[in-house]
């Protein structure tokens, strides 16, 4: 709680290659793990950065293309082997479960854990014990959905000297004034302030998977402390960007704009570009704090004071 690390398993698109493999995003909250997609080869990514997939808690699919979702099949298979018997449940649009239980039939596999699989619809998907995550429907050539990880805010800082000086008795009453609520002593009614900081806002972090640019996706990722946006296509290509339905570097940073974000990590990115300077200095036209992801780079974001830190690490298991 107040400190999410993001991990990027693979930040190309289409198919895994030699620079970047097929997307996946892991983010670790309170040494839990929450996966968003899983391309070919998130595994092995994992082991290398030091993930342990037994720690997965819910795996979440913005659309069943096979760069987003071909790594799942095998990571299910090797948290059997590896006896996994906590349950895991994985959310994607339509068409998911007919997909994982197609693959695990024609495989003669019999999990030992319990595997939920959900359809995503608009809204609240997922309650863990301190955070949700939200959905929102994308615009690309097949259902698809974005997702929001959003914990709760947290009550802000108590102050028991000043509880102390105003004669509120310690227990329960403090407990309530720790809940922004006013407590009653006697005949005098005492408010919060004063006694406890405003609550302290807790971190957003969207993910878009494969999308255009859309209005609907700017409220949902508004205020977003860190958004995770694709970025297929450098602005010269915008006309394949429409035909494919995926966004270019320029649209990813007007929508980070438009939404008022914190951060902007771009990935997802065509093969085409080796380099990823240029996309990441289109995006910057319209909004200026933008990086590109590799494989295997981290970011830690931490909201212990009023403004929301983020940190980029190198990629991890190499630090
Ligand atoms: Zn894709």
Redesign the pocket.
């Known amino acids: 709680m107040g400190k999410i690390t993001v991990y990027f398993m693979g930040t190309g698109?289409?198919h895994p290659n030699k620079l970047r493999g097929a997307?996946s995003v892991v983010l670790n909250t309170d040494g839990e793990l929450y996966m968003f997609d899983c391309g070919e080869g998130t595994q092995r990514q994992m082991a290398i950065a030091g993930l342990n997939i037994m720690k997965l808690r819910a795996i979440f699919l913005t659309h069943l293309?096979g760069?987003?979702v071909l790594g799942l099949p095998g990571l299910l298979n090797s948290m059997d082997l590896l006896n996994r018997l906590n349950g895991l449940t994985i959310f994607g649009p339509p068409g998911t479960a007919s997909f994982i239980d197609g693959v695990n039939k024609s495989l003669h596999s019999t999990l030992k854990y319990a595997l939920t699989i959900s359809t995503t619809r608009n809204g609240e998907v997922y309650r863990g014990d301190n955070f949700r995550v939200l959905a929102r429907r994308s615009l690309h050539s097949v259902p698809s959905y974005s997702y929001m990880f959003v914990e709760d805010d947290r009550p802000g800082r108590f102050h028991p000297e000043e509880a102390i000086r105003m004669s509120v008795p310690k227990g329960p009453l403090w407990g309530e004034l720790q809940h922004g609520k006013s407590v009653s002593v006697g005949d005098r009614v005492i408010e919060p302030g004063g006694i406890v900081d405003s609550p302290v806002k807790g971190l957003r972090v969207g993910i878009s998977g494969?999308t255009r640019p859309t209005a609907s996706l700017v409220r949902f990722f508004h205020g977003a402390d860190l958004l995770i946006y694709?970025s297929t296509f450098s602005q010269e290509l915008s006309d394949k960007a429409v035909e494919s339905f995926h966004s270019t570097a320029e649209e990813a940073g007007a929508l980070a704009n438009a939404a008022n974000v914190g951060h902007l990590i771009l990935y997802?990115f065509s093969e085409r570009y080796r380099r990823i300077d240029g996309l990441v200095r289109e995006a910057r036209r319209s909004f200026k704090r933008v990086s590109g992801a590799r494989d295997l780079m981290s970011f830690i974001i931490t909201n212990s004071s009023e403004q929301p830190d983020i940190s980029i690490s190198g990629p991890a298991g190499r630090t």
Do not use: Y
């Open positions: 698109s289409a997307p293309h760069d987003h494969d694709e997802h």
